[in-house]
């Protein structure tokens, strides 16, 4: 990740993203700035300035602390990027870091007039030499394994504590061999005249070294942002050697003291880029951090919305310690809680349910968690102002990798309306059935009323005209000829009452002299055509009408619109039966229309739906009148079980195994075209 102003990379993409232009420029500004600074102190280095007694232990501290961070971050970035070539320079750095503090213990004047360690009069040159030439050679080791292809490290901890022991083990063989070998090593120094160890060759050489790790730094076309800045490293680490011990000549003159502030910015330098780094790193993540902490509380605003409008509120208990662990603001609401109060009890929640309810309740939760199942719990809840509450409530355990309940999480939702809905729809049906009752009884009065009049008159004639027959024939002598007029209106009477009741017959179709339209009927064909005209009624309650007609079907011989009638009537039953149940079927809602020859010369039809079955008085559902549905008349049956049998056929009814039930009706094939029907 780049931050603004192409300055400072994180701390990941050092070692890989190159350097940017701003970064460029400061790098260049930085190093042109020591170069100058070199040329013009080069005349002056000698100059012999005033002893500071406290100049070198403070400096050597700031190194010290300096150069231990930087070492840290470095093998930070190592146990990130699993480089080998970081490792090297993490631990040049911690070279570096642990060499001053041998070189301070045996400074003279720091703290003995001949410095800790046993000290000789070369220790502290020789290691200042070492301590500069070993820091450039682990730079040059950097830089030659990171031109090369990238070599992983796997264990990356153990990888730092050896680097770790083996740098301190070179810094104390470096401090023993300056120490105790110090009469092995050739004399470099005289008084505070180091000027030995420039015509030996000895600062000079780790002059050229320093070069050649700049030549081969400089000109890589890959270079990094970390390959940048340690470019300005050697640049005033060169600045620091070439003023130090080389152009001056003893201690505490300007290259001395000049010296020592190249040592200090070569130091400094990497350790705030990586400060800069880490920052920016830093506040990437914590900028990632407050833009999915603004989800999550977006997310958590979004649920606890659809939690208000769902009536749902969410919760966990701890079954091991009788805990709650969480409770939505819904279930707050639901159980008319105070959110400033803390978390709930749990049995705090139980003693809100009603106590018809709460045994149950209780014993279901505990066997849920015994069980480790999924419960769907239905109970009331009676609020401090005793209002009721119907909750619906779904828990369900949390096993740990040991199958042990750890946590019963659960949902608990306000279905009071639903059930108040439910309630008030149940006293509506009711209310409708007692009112279609109402209404049936009395459209049954009028019936037999309208019968009553129509019936009354020929009866009564037929009455009066017996009485006058008899009297007639009472006479002495009989009155033959007026007894006969009698008798002959008798008859009149009487065959018109029987009219009236032809007309109500007629009115249901069932009058065997009303004509008939005989033709060949295709049984298969008018199942079809009946089931496409009431598919668009099934599909407005999500039923699907399936048909399944055998081939072998024979054309039989009877009134098409009378077949139609009776097949319409058994899928309008079995929709009605059907609608009220769709919603509750775990498999789709479906009638089936079957089509069969049996082996007795019978066409079989059958009717089959997946509804709420056959009422409880099965065997009066073809009774006249008889029905359980609010807006029946209780007739449809009974028709069409008269039609059928008016064919010599049977209808009947039996309930599934599963859910619905199934009409079946049958019809001979033996009839011809001209026939009649035989009636029942």
Not at 328 to 347: D, K, M, N, T
Request: neutral net charge; proline residues 4%.
């Amino acid at each position: 990740m780049v931050v603004v102003g192409e300055f400072g990379q994180g701390t990941a993409l050092l070692t890989s993203a190159p350097p940017g232009r701003r970064e460029r420029v400061v790098a260049l500004s930085i190093a042109a700035a020591s170069v100058l600074t070199l040329v013009l102190a080069a005349p002056f280095a000698r100059v012999q300035l005033p002893e500071i007694k406290a100049f070198v232990p403070a400096y050597q501290a700031a190194l010290l602390v300096t150069d231990l961070i930087t070492a840290a971050l470095l093998y930070g970035l190592f146990a990130r990027a699993r480089s080998v070539a970081l490792l090297v320079l993490a631990s040049g750095y911690l070279f570096d870091a642990l060499m001053i503090v041998p070189h301070t213990l045996t400074f003279p004047g720091v703290f003995t007039a001949t410095g800790l360690l046993g000290a000789g009069a070369q220790s502290t040159s020789w290691l200042y030499y070492f301590w500069h030439g070993g820091f450039v050679a682990f730079l040059l080791g950097y830089i030659v394994l990171s031109m090369r292809a990238p070599v992983g490290v796997r264990n990356s901890g153990r990888a730092v504590l050896a680097s770790v022991l083996a740098t301190a083990a070179i810094v104390v063989a470096i401090t023993g061999l300056t120490t105790r070998g110090h009469d092995w090593l050739p004399v470099i120094m005289q008084g505070t005249d180091y000027t030995l160890g420039i015509k030996k060759g000895i600062s000079p050489f780790i002059c050229i070294v320093t070069l050649v790790a700049i030549a081969m730094l400089w000109p890589r076309r890959n270079r990094s942002v970390l390959d940048l800045w340690l470019l300005v490293v050697l640049c005033a680490w060169i600045c620091d050697v070439m003023l130090s011990a080389v152009l001056g000549a003893h201690r505490f003159d300007l290259g001395f003291y000049a010296g020592r502030a190249f040592g200090l910015l070569a130091s400094s330098v990497l350790l705030v880029m990586l400060l800069i780094s880490a920052r920016n790193e830093l506040d990437e993540k914590m900028h990632d951090l407050e833009i999915s902490n603004q989800e999550r509380r977006r997310s958590e605003a979004y649920l606890a919305e659809a939690q208000s409008l769902t009536r749902t509120g969410s919760w966990a208990w701890d079954p091991r310690t009788n805990k709650m662990l969480h409770c939505s603001e819904e279930v707050f609401r639901i159980y008319r809680l105070q959110p400033r109060e803390g978390l709930p009890s749990f049995e705090m929640l139980l003693q809100r349910i009603h106590p018809d309810d709460r045994d149950r309740i209780r014993e279901s939760t505990v066997e849920s968690v015994r069980q480790k199942i999924e419960r769907l719990l239905e109970f009331r809840i009676v609020l401090p102002d005793g209002t009721l509450k119907y909750i619906e409530s779904i828990r369900r355990p949390v096993l740990d990798g040991g199958g042990n309940v750890v946590e019963v999480i659960g949902t608990s939702i306000d279905v009071t309306e639903r059930k108040r809905a439910e309630e008030q729809k149940e006293r509506l049906h009711k209310l409708e059935a007692e009112l279609a009752h109402v209404n049936r009884i009395s459209v049954l009065g009028e019936l037999a009323a309208s019968l009553a009049h129509e019936i009354r008159q020929p009866i009564t004639a037929a009455v009066l005209n017996a009485r006058a027959c008899l009297r007639w024939l009472a006479h002495d002598p009989p009155d033959l000829e007026e007894a006969r007029a009698a008798a002959m209106s008798f008859e009149e009477d009487a065959i018109r009452a029987g009219e009236v009741m032809t007309r109500v017959r007629r009115f249901y179709k069932l009058e065997k002299d009303t004509p008939a339209q005989r033709e060949l009927v295709d049984l298969n064909g008018s199942i079809r055509q009946i089931a496409a005209l009431l598919r668009n009624e099934a599909a407005q309650y999500s039923i699907a009408i399936r048909v399944v007609l055998a081939n072998n079907i024979p054309q039989i011989v009877a009134d098409r619109v009378q077949i139609q009638q009776v097949l319409m009537n058994l899928l309008l039953n079995a929709i009605e039966a059907t609608k009220d149940t769709a919603g509750e079927l775990k498999t789709a809602a479906e009638i089936t229309v079957e089509s069969q020859l049996s082996a007795g010369g019978e066409v079989s039809i059958v009717v089959r739906d997946t509804g709420k079955g056959l009422p409880e008085h099965a065997d009066r559902i073809f009774d006249p009148f008889f029905t359980t549905k609010p807006q029946g008349t209780g007739m449809g049956l009974a028709i069409s079980r008269s039609l059928v049998e008016s064919y010599g056929g049977r209808l009947w009814a039996s309930a599934n195994l599963g859910s619905g039930a199934t009409f079946h009706f049958t019809l001979p094939i033996s009839v011809t075209k001209g026939a009649e029907p035989s009636h029942q």
